[in-house]
Nanobody
Framework: QVQLVESGGELVQAGGSLRLSCAAS????????MGWFRQAPGKEREFVAG????????SYADSVKGRFTISRDNAKNTVYLQMNSLKPEDTAVYYC?????????????????WGQGTQVTVSS
């Protein structure tokens, strides 16, 4: 069992930056690939970024590539999402999730554990 708690979401102006954190419980955090997803009002939850168990492989949605960076600190049981050059279309609830396996996963259904989400609002 893994419990995930996101933090760091807030209201920010377009062009600004935020860093989201996701703290995981349990001793097996390094056994899970991690991902960040987001869901805007009226839209489906979509993949944003993913990272492999040891952090050697990362992947991003085209919409955030070059602006967002995912990283993890297995010693701290935490995964991060650094978001730069934020746009109003980045406004959403951001969720972190854990998947069993060693790669990066893009499909929502492959993630077994989810956090409650943190709201990011980007004003124009």
């Amino acid at each position: 069992q893994v419990q995930l708690v996101e933090s760091g979401g807030e209201l920010v102006q377009a062009g600004g930056s935020l860093r989201l954190s996701c703290a995981a419980s349990g001793r097996t955090f390094s056994s899970y690939a991690m991902g960040w997803f987001r869901q805007a009002p009226g839209k489906e939850r979509e993949f944003v970024a993913g990272i492999s168990r040891k952090g050697g492989i990362t992947s991003y949605a085209d919409s955030v590539k070059g602006r967002f960076t995912i990283s993890r600190d297995n010693a701290k049981n935490t995964v991060y999402l650094q978001m730069n050059s934020l746009k109003p279309e980045d406004t959403a609830v951001y969720y972190c999730a854990a998947a069993e396996g060693g790669s990066v996963y893009y499909t929502r259904t492959l993630y077994k554990y989810w956090g409650q989400g943190t709201q990011v609002t980007v004003s124009s």
